[in-house]
């Protein structure tokens, strides 16, 4: 158990539809990065926060955004779902940022799109 | 193109037998950190390197980082099926991004 938790676990969903996928980070960690994976493409970054701010930005389409709250939690919002946003996408966190740190991934939330 | 670019993407080996996974970029890396994901779960830290020409022995794998800090390998011996998984390597050049590689697939066959 990393300590980091994605919710739901698995989601259906239609095209055209909008998810909001939660994450809340190990305690005591500050940063937050979603990750999105898919057999084509590898695990791709999408965005990474640092105590509220975002602080890097990946391949994250703009139909796509993302967020962390005060209480450090993090949500990533998908809209507009197409086909291809059929994937899993994690979650994950460490207490600082760059290269020094190690990244604790959450199980991942299963999104297929129908 | 890829940041980090892993060969072989994929490798079928029988138990009992060695294998090298390799990691390479064009560009420096103050670290480079090697994961192994299992199907239905997050990657999961295994080492972490730093110094270039590091070598990191974590019971059968062995992690070595290139004396330039552009590559790195990760050699196992005596595979076994529970070493079975998808390999990352995974490192942040300029501080802003932490990027994965490519990813190679082992399947240790009992």
């Known amino acids: 158990d990393s300590g980091v938790t994605q919710t739901p676990k698995h989601l259906i969903t239609a095209t055209g539809q909008r998810v909001t996928l939660r994450c809340s980070p190990r305690s005591g960690d500050l940063s937050v990065y979603w990750y999105q994976q898919s057999l084509d493409q590898g695990l791709q970054f999408l965005i990474q926060y640092y105590n509220g701010e975002e602080r890097a930005k990946g391949n994250i389409l703009e139909r796509f955004s993302a967020q962390q709250f005060p209480d450090l939690h993090s949500e990533l919002n998908l809209s507009s779902l197409e086909l291809g946003d059929s994937a899993l996408y994690f979650c994950a966190s460490s207490f600082g940022v760059g290269s020094g740190n190690t990244i604790y991934f959450g199980e991942g939330s299963w999104l297929t799109v129908v | ?110």
């Open chain 2, 1 to 110: 193109t890829q940041l980090l670019e892993q060969s072989p993407q994929f490798l079928s080996i029988q138990e009992g037998e060695n294998l090298t996974v390799y990691c390479n970029s064009s560009s420096v890396f103050s670290s480079l950190q090697w994961y192994r994901q299992e199907p239905g779960e997050g990657p999961v830290l295994l080492v972490t390197v730093v110094t270039g020409g590091e070598v990191k022995k974590l019971k059968r794998l062995t992690f070595q980082f290139g004396d330039a800090r552009k590559d790195s390998s990760l050699h196992i011996t005596a595979a076994q099926p529970g070493d079975t998984g998808l390999y990352l390597c995974a490192g942040d050049p300029t501080g802003n991004q932490f990027y994965f590689g490519t990813g190679t697939s082992l399947t240790v066959i009992p």
